[in-house]
């Protein structure tokens, strides 16, 4: 089952504008990941908030994490043409003998229109 | 740093048929996971292994199969290909407990005929 759920499902937008994406999740975290994925392509790794972490910043992008209600944000300021692609959130899930694997969300798709 | 390599990056099937895709990680990364993308189902996992072991599997049926050698590369095999199998495989690696992100490659993307 999909740990996140990301809203909205597609956003277009004009470049220059900001884009925010929504991700809610439902079991307890110890971080939470966002990926992008241009079309048809690998996953690449965007940004970790920990959550002990509210906020963190990486270039454009701001993350905003509140653990009370299970939800995170995603923010990308000043968007390019370049920033279309397909955005995941993440949630680590590890066992007890070790194993590591991440749930993603089904992703926002955004378009940026020159 | 060489990133994550998957071989083949496209293949076609048919029904029935097997195939063995194959995942080099990055150096020195000793965890190695594979997971499918569908339009439908989007991102699901599939393995993970870690020094030759799998760890973890997921909910699969038996068709899917993994390994892992000593130099860390893995190999997933599907067998009895069904229509329902074609998706995008992407192999991730991770450098090591303390390190949350994982690493992916391009991804192989599998049309079963």
């Known amino acids: 089952s999909q740990q996140g759920e990301e809203d909205p499902q597609a956003l277009s937008i004009q470049e220059g504008e900001n884009a925010t994406m929504n991700c809610s999740y439902k079991?307890?975290?110890?971080?939470l990941q966002w990926y992008r994925q241009n079309s048809g392509r690998g996953l690449v790794h965007l940004i970790l908030?920990?959550?002990?972490?509210r906020e963190k910043h990486s270039g454009r992008l701001r993350v905003t994490l509140d653990t009370s209600k299970k939800s995170s944000s995603l923010l990308i300021t000043a968007s390019r043409a370049a920033d279309t692609a397909s955005y995941f959130c993440?949630?680590?899930?590890?066992?007890?003998?070790?194993?590591?694997?991440?749930?993603f969300g089904k992703g926002t798709k955004l378009s940026v229109i020159p | 740093k060489a990133g994550v390599t998957q071989t083949p990056r496209y293949l076609i099937k048919t029904r029935g048929q097997q195939v063995t895709l194959s995942c080099s990680p990055i150096?020195?990364?000793?965890?190695v996971s594979w997971y499918q993308q569908t339009p439908g189902q989007g991102l699901q996992f599939l393995f993970e292994?870690?020094?030759?072991?799998?760890?973890n599997k997921g909910n699969f049926p038996g068709r899917f199969s993994g390994r892992q050698f000593s130099n860390s590369r893995s190999e997933m095999n599907v067998s009895t290909l069904e229509l329902g199998d074609s998706a995008l495989y992407l192999c991730?690696?991770?450098?090591?407990?303390?390190?949350?992100?994982?690493?992916f490659g391009e991804g192989s993307r599998l049309t079963v005929l």
């Open positions: 991730a690696s991770r450098g090591g407990a303390n390190t949350g992100e994982l690493f």
């Open positions: 079991t307890s975290i110890n971080n």
């Open positions: 908030i920990r959550s002990n972490e």
């Open positions: 993440a949630t680590p899930r590890e066992s007890g003998a070790g194993s590591y694997q991440l749930t």
């Open positions: 150096s020195g990364h000793r965890s």
């Open positions: 292994y870690f020094s030759e072991t799998q760890r």
